[in-house]
């Protein structure tokens, strides 16, 4: 696809044509589906069941496990569209070793769309789907992830040296606002500050978008009202912003020199020759810079702020992870990497990895026919007592020395369509509790438990902590 040159006054019209290509059947792609055969689920309206599946998710998985088995199957908007949940690690073995021809993850997180866009690596597919994912991948291999390491480190302890002593905040916004400050430097490589200022909004509105906004965005009329009307001006607000980063810097004197994402998504696009323009459009760049952030975002502070609630209620496990911290070496690297991984499996952030069939398959010995949506809950796969023993306890010891079973620990999904930047994740988790536990020790305030924000589970208080310097 040629290099789209446009200005301003098109970003609304461009947003807008999104919000038309992007609905929630996955752009009209969806074959119909013979719903005779389909495991047993509960008969509720595909409304209530979808509400429930977004809203009330840390109930219904556990119900529908409980009284329907290890799959089920739920219906949803739009037509009562078929979901077929597998809840064991064979099962989840099954459908991440599929034929991605046959097996496509774009078309079910197609909810996504009005905010990713159809170039998005989560909404990509086939020849497409591979060709994102290889233009992308230099900027998450290992050599890359050690450049960034760096600045991850230096944004933790600046973020840091600014939490109040003896009084409770809310740890889960400020490690948004890191994980924040980390993406919009690493994967945007913006550094001037008044542009800084104006992404910081515009993205924290669109990653607070709420479900009842998600599920019917594709409605135009409700465009001009409440949240709708909100939504769409944001999304227009931060395409604005976001163009204009892509068109300076594809001009930037120094972008050959430059190790940011977008930087390198320019560079790589332009050497790989796709298209009849060469290179990737300025609409591609934004769909995938937007799914970098928002994907790579609060799914990361949540994990922290969860880690940090969690060992504020253990005295000893704090102080190891101090110790652990203080060592800065391959052992103090392990524990750190430990307590990350248990506070992702304990507190999941995503519910489900779900594909959609193009064919008819046989899963876990059940036929599916084409046009169903197929999935793992990772909600049960981390919580089951054959997988962990214990499951409700905090322990980073599971992960310490050795993996989980394969397929019992699966946040960034599993197969060929894993998360991209789960290694950065990683890496990002470990350098920021590092450097607050060089800093501070942490205590828990009060209680919390999961809150379902848009596609996300969120500590419902803000995983309320207290810190005390060393």
Aim: aromatic content about 6%; glycine content about 8%; proline content about 7%.
């Amino acid at each position: 696809m040629a290099i789209l040159e446009h200005d301003e006054t098109d970003t609304r019209a461009l947003t807008q044509q999104r919000f038309e290509r992007m609905t929630l059947a996955g752009g009209g792609g969806l074959p119909e589906v013979d719903l005779k055969g389909l495991p047993a689920g509960p008969r509720w309206p595909a409304f209530a069941q979808t509400v429930a599946l977004m809203r009330f998710r840390h109930w219904f998985h556990p119900y529908l496990h409980r009284t329907y088995g290890d799959v089920y199957t739920v219906r949803l908007m739009p037509k009562g569209r078929p979901l077929v949940f597998f809840t064991r690690p064979e099962h989840a073995k099954e459908i991440f070793a599929g034929d991605p021809e046959i097996f496509h993850a774009g078309k079910g997180n197609a909810i996504l769309g009005p905010v990713m866009g159809e170039h998005s690596l989560l909404l990509q597919d086939g020849a497409e789907h591979k060709r994102a994912r290889k233009l992308l991948m230099p900027a998450f291999n290992g050599q890359a992830l050690r450049g960034y390491q760096g600045l991850v480190a230096a944004l933790a302890r600046d973020e840091v040296a600014h939490w109040p002593e003896g009084r409770p905040f809310r740890s889960h916004d400020r490690m948004n606002v890191l994980t924040l400050e980390v993406i919009l430097r690493v994967v945007f490589g913006v550094t001037d500050e008044k542009r800084l200022a104006a992404l910081r909004p515009r993205v924290t509105a669109t990653v607070n978008v709420s479900p009842a906004v998600l599920l019917v965005w594709t409605i135009p009329a409700l465009h001009r009202y409440g949240p709708w009307k909100a939504a769409v001006q944001n999304q227009v607000e931060l395409d604005e912003l976001m163009y204009a980063e892509i068109r300076e810097r594809r001009t930037a004197p120094d972008l050959a020199e430059r190790t940011d994402v977008l930087s390198r998504l320019i560079r790589e696009g332009a050497e790989s020759g796709d298209g009849p323009g060469g290179g990737l459009s300025d609409i591609e760049l934004r769909d995938q810079l937007v799914t970098l952030l928002l994907a790579g975002h609060e799914t990361t502070a949540t994990a922290l702020a969860w880690a940090l609630y969690e060992l504020g209620r253990d005295p000893a496990l704090m102080r190891r992870t101090q110790e652990a911290a203080d060592a800065d070496d391959a052992d103090g690297d392990a524990w750190l990497d430990a307590v990350l991984k248990e506070s992702m499996r304990l507190h999941p952030v995503i519910p489900m990895v779900v594909r959609t069939l193009m064919k008819p398959q046989t899963i876990a010995g059940v036929d599916i026919p084409r046009g169903a949506t197929v999935g793992p809950s990772i909600l049960i796969a981390h919580s089951r007592e054959d997988n962990y023993e214990h499951p409700e306890r905090f322990d980073p010891e599971r992960f310490l020395g050795h993996n989980p079973p394969p397929n019992t620990w699966i946040p960034f999904g599993g197969g060929v369509r894993r998360c991209i930047g789960a290694g950065f994740a990683m890496m990002e988790g470990v350098a920021v509790l590092r450097e607050v536990f060089r800093s501070v020790g942490v205590t828990a305030v009060g209680t919390d438990e999961p809150l379902v924000r848009n596609i996300t589970s969120v500590p419902r208080h803000g995983a309320r902590v207290e810190v005390a310097a060393r």
